[in-house]
């Protein structure tokens, strides 16, 4: 189905940004080279498969436009995060809507020594307003456009062509889910005739109160007619937002984007989080309390432990265990245990992917507060 939104007010969840994905770079003296070039076309000739993002006050005043974003773009090519680093003209939303775009990004991954690496990117977007089209046709009733994205007659042989319709709504930026997609339901899902393959799709869905899906459609899918799209229009019952999340701040309607990637069973092997997007972090008043006695009694006051764990459906940590710390042998790791054991991620990564059943290595540094 296409279709083109009007202006998107964020509803920014409060899930933490993804573990290891730093702060993209923006190049202060010179222009940083373009990664990815987007263009968002208002013609209905020219969408296709797509949701487009649009100001609707640009859009309604036909104003084209431009917005550069600065993101940082995984080894799967995926826009874990972006920001903006210009729009033109400015104040008109521009930067905004590219922005609710993220999800559709599907890029060429930079590539290291050992294969694709994650890296800062930049990606600028062309906002084409639509423009009319004349043509040769009958005059309709009352002389003026009727319905919505088809034509219309004006009367004295002239044809207009009615741009899309707009469909103000709220997104969900970064949704805080309650239940997520498994592995075992990726892997069920999977199309066989991808014979293959990896791949992924987005799903464009409204939430109801209840924080269930509706009325979903795809609005990515590459590659694409290998039956990605399909599948992942098929797990969209599989996600439901947490509490607290599912109502927009006007009480309009409230919409999200699931990005969901299909890896083939030949690239299956231990299940690991990549791209953890934390909502429980370490207590900052329990931290301090669990300073191993014994680095003190050595005149330590700093060290980093690490804890190794298993991640649950609902994205909680259980059978944690302690791996080598820094120094070793002090009791860092025993304490990051502790403190990981209250730890929760989302459910569903900033890499399109499940956590259920992975394996999570969770770094704490602990220091000790120093009397006052």
Known sequence: MTMILGVLAAAAAAAAQPQGAPTPTVVVNGRPPVAAKVDVSGDQDNVLNLVTVWPMGAYNARVDGQATL???????????????????????????????MRPTFKLEPAKGPDGPIGSSMTIVLHFKAPNSQFGVGSPGDDGIPTGQGGSASLGQGLQVQNPLELRPVTMLDRPIWARAATFEDLASAY?????????????????????????????KETPDKLGFGKAALSLADRFRVAPGWTRAPD???????????????????????????????????????????????????????????TVQADGSLTDCTPETADPDGLGFSESAVRLASVMKMNPWTADAAPVDGASVEVRIQLNLKAEE
């Open 70 to 100: 600065s993101c940082w773009v995984d080894a799967h090519g995926l826009a874990e995060t972006c920001h903006v680093v210009a729009e033109s003209p400015k104040g008109l939303g521009f930067g905004a809507a590219a922005l609710q």
């Open 191 to 219: 199309p066989a005739q991808a014979n293959g393959v990896e791949g992924y799709a987005v799903d464009h869905c409204k939430i109801l109160p209840d924080g269930s899906l509706t009325n979903c459609q795809t609005i």
């Open 251 to 309: 009480r309009g309607d409230l919409w999200v984007d699931i990005p969901i990637r299909f890896e083939p069973a030949s690239a299956a092997g231990p299940r690991t989080v990549d791209a953890p997007m934390w909502l429980v972090g370490v207590d900052p008043d329990s931290a301090p309390k669990l300073f191993p006695p014994e680095a003190a009694a050595k005149g330590l006051t700093s060290g980093i432990g690490v804890a190794r764990c």
